[in-house]
């Protein structure tokens, strides 16, 4: 049986990579432009499950993206890092002096920018999907234009590398998580990192006592965003990453963060799989 999965972008992104990383069994691609897009395509049932992007090393949290999950009732059912390589690339037979602008998606350019900037004669012109631009330029014959994506896209869509790993940082990794609209039942003994999301009153020390929680029950706090609430002003969500060696002390500690938040709700819970460096 094929499992269809959705991914932000078209074939020869990184979502598209992930897929081959992280799946075994065969899978088919539901290629789409936008995160809503790729929303749609699970809640509807187009796709089984989804890829999606929800942090980078360089970049930091992209808290739109859990937003969505939470606001769709969608789960987070596991997490899988990856090296991000960006490159330059154009149509075969010029060189860099010969490009006029460099099309990309933003977050691609943000990580490119020390590069970037040793030509201020380039214009830089912010796209949908690092993978489309580069096949864009190929369908279209389009000279002068480079795009910045992966050596999979170059490789696909018949583009030459005018430079190699032009990232900043080179060791920039992005964490994508795969979604799905039924949450996955692992066992416990396998789940050691959780998403979860609360809300508490606008009262002081009232994020410090949640945070004590969840230390004195042995929870290493990954990352902690807040997202402001649109109709109660001056009222937060937190968005929490947790990682834990022991699943009891975990459900300690989400039995007691029930108590003290206002709203409380697991977004997923699945295996770490964070490299011990990088990200």
Known sequence: MTTKIAIQGIKGSFHHQVVNEYFVENVDIDECLSFEELIDSVLSGKSDQAVMAIENSIAGPIIPNYALI??????????????????????????IEDITEVHSHPMALLQCMDFLKKYPNIKLVEDKDTAETARRIQQKQLRGIAAIASKTASVMYDL???????????????????????????????????????????KRGSLAAVLNVMSDCKLNLTKIQSLPKIETPWKYSFFVDVTFEDYEDYAKAKRLTEIMAEYFKVLGEYKNTKPLSGA
């Open 70 to 95: 939470d606001k769709n009732n969608l789960h987070i059912i596991g997490e899988h890092y990856l090296n991000i390589s960006q490159n330059l690339m154009a149509l075969k037979g010029q060189k």
């Open 160 to 202: 030459e590398i005018l430079a190699p790993e032009i990232q900043t940082i080179k060791n920039n990794m992005t964490r994508f998580v795969i979604i799905k609209k039924e949450n996955s039942f692992l066992p416990k003994n396998e789940i050691n990192r959780a998403s979860i999301k609360f809300e508490l009153n606008h």
